[in-house]
């Protein structure tokens, strides 16, 4: 045994590799999904500062796109606009502080050809008042045209009058811009830096609305034509646009790139090849504007949308991974690694000793099993042996019975008998001679009967003669004797009549009622007895029924009650079968049944053999 649990629960070098190689892979795999699931993480915080800084951007242009609709109301709503009304306007707006990033308001007004001389005379009494200086100033680019677009008032001022006068629909450039945001009533974007105020990675962007006379139509392309008045327009700096929103992300190393993707004009009005232009680079210098973009798998990187009045922009946020981990984060990964290693260490340790436990039962029982069987096999044949040396003490003893009642009655039935005789005569002898002496005679025969009965009675209880009549003679006569000493009333069935039984199977069965019937007068406390005799199928049984109290429980192994045990015994010698239970209504069932050996057409199955046992219900 000890040598079976050894080998059961032995460690192999294949079952070490195995799980250490398991081990090993959990572990990795514990690694990549907590890396990745670590890098899911600061990926999706990224996007999400990215999303909030695009939103910004999106509420500040939207901001500007307002102070230009404000400040076209404004001159809509003044029938005659002046210097002094734009300038008092513009400075109530406060731009350094509400619009850090817009450095100049224009108003360029329509002027019809016919009315260009008294316009420019007006524009030059209003730059001369603003400069302190005469100033002599015309329409630039010079030369006669149907109209001009003119710009009259700038704010704030200038640093020269050269900014002033410059018809803007004289440009091959812009004027197909303006002409499309005059028909169309929409504010216009400019495509492409100013060229006057950009420098490197400081990029200026115009933005402009047409201005229609108030009260007039303005549903169709020639009523907007008709109520035309002018151009709204500011200049504003990205870089400045875009401050702070950097700030707003807390993420060190964040780079941010704005992009123009629109279509654009060429210097002459003509459409020029799309390609992207870079208006801001938060990375970039005045001698390097536009440093190639940061790529990798160590780098995040979102391009998100962005609607600058109908020019689509777009706008590239990437930094580096290592910005968004926590130091935390770099040391998780290793340590679900280890968790898993040793998890998986651990649980492959416990299922190997499981698995071990399992096989060292299993060879464990069946080696038990084995000896089981072997001790089981010798119990049957000390059972045969001790149940064949019961059977021949059963013989022996009723043997001896007999024997020891023909000796009683041989020997001291006959000294018996001559003595009774002897007393008799004596008695007859003294009758009427000798008073005292035949009273004495009398009383001798009399002690002699009694002697004689007890003799006989023990030659009964030894060996009753009645069964050399037969079983059937033999249960009728102990029924009755028991009906007359005990006063029970007592009910026989016997439909077969005499059987012809081997001398030890008649001599059982008269012993398994005797038993019976003792135990009914000891514990049953029963009124009526019946006892069935039956011969079917070549078995013979014998049925001993009361209407006492019944079986107690655990009464079939009250210590010191051997009754229904010899009953069993008996009957198990004999290849038979005993049933003791209780009936519903009270009352004890004594039942056994065997093969009996010497009746008509009688033979023993396999199975009826082998089949013998007891049973108590």
Known sequence: MATTL???????????????LLSSLVGSVL????????????????VSHAKHA?????????????????????????????EQNFHEYVRGLDLARNFPAVDFINYAVNVPRDQRDLFVDGLRKDVSEIFGKPVELDVTPPGIRLSYLVVAYIEPHPPAARYYGVDLMANPYFGTQLIEERDRGVIFSAGSPIQVLSRPNNIYLGMRMPVYRNGMPIATVEQ?????????????????????????????GLRMTLYDAGTRLDTRGRSAPKKLVTLFDSRGTPSDPTPPLDTGDDVFSVTLPLDFNGRPWKTVYNVRKAALYTEFDGYYPKLMMAFGFLGSILLYAL??????????????????????RESQTK????????????????????????????????????SLLALRIEAELLAGRTKGTHSHLHKRARATLLQIDTTIKSVRQIINDLRPTVLDLGLSAAVEWQVNQFQRRTGIQCEIQDDHGEIALPDHCATAFFRILQESLTNIVRHANATRVKVELRLNGGWLSLTVRDNGCGLPPGGRNK????GLVGIEERIVILGGTCAVFSEPDGGTTVMVSAPVVGGPG????????????????
């Not at 050894?6 to 250490?20: I, K, L, Q």
């Not at 990549?32 to 600061?42: H, L, M, N, Q």
């Not at 003490?393 to 023909?406: L, S, T």
């Open 379 to 414: 119990l049957q044949l000390s059972h045969q042996k001790l149940r064949r040396l019961a059977d021949h003490a059963y013989q022996i003893k009723e043997m001896e019975r007999k024997r020891i009642a023909r000796e009683i009655h041989d020997d001291l039935g006959q």
């Open 6 to 20: 050894r080998d059961a629960f032995s460690v192999t070098r294949f079952s070490f590799w195995a799980g250490a």
């Open 559 to 562: 210590y010191g009650s051997f």
């Open 224 to 252: 907007r034509r008709a109520a035309y008045a002018g151009s709204l327009g500011i200049a504003f700096s990205v870089p400045k646009l875009l401050h702070g929103v950097m700030d707003e992300i807390p993420i060190s």
């Open 351 to 372: 299922l190997h000793t499981l698995t071990s436990s399992r096989r060292a039962a299993l060879a464990l029982a069946q080696e038990m099993t084995s000896e089981l």
């Open 31 to 46: 690694y990549i999904v907590t890396a990745r699931s670590i890098e899911s993480d600061a990926e999706a915080r990224f």
């Open 54 to 82: 695009q939103s910004v951007i999106n509420v500040r242009v939207k901001s500007y796109t307002n102070l230009l609709r404000s400040t076209g109301s404004m001159i809509q709503s003044t029938d005659v606009l002046t």
């Open 602 to 617: 009688i033979s023993l199955s396999e199975e009826q053999v082998q089949g013998s046992g007891s049973a108590v219900i």
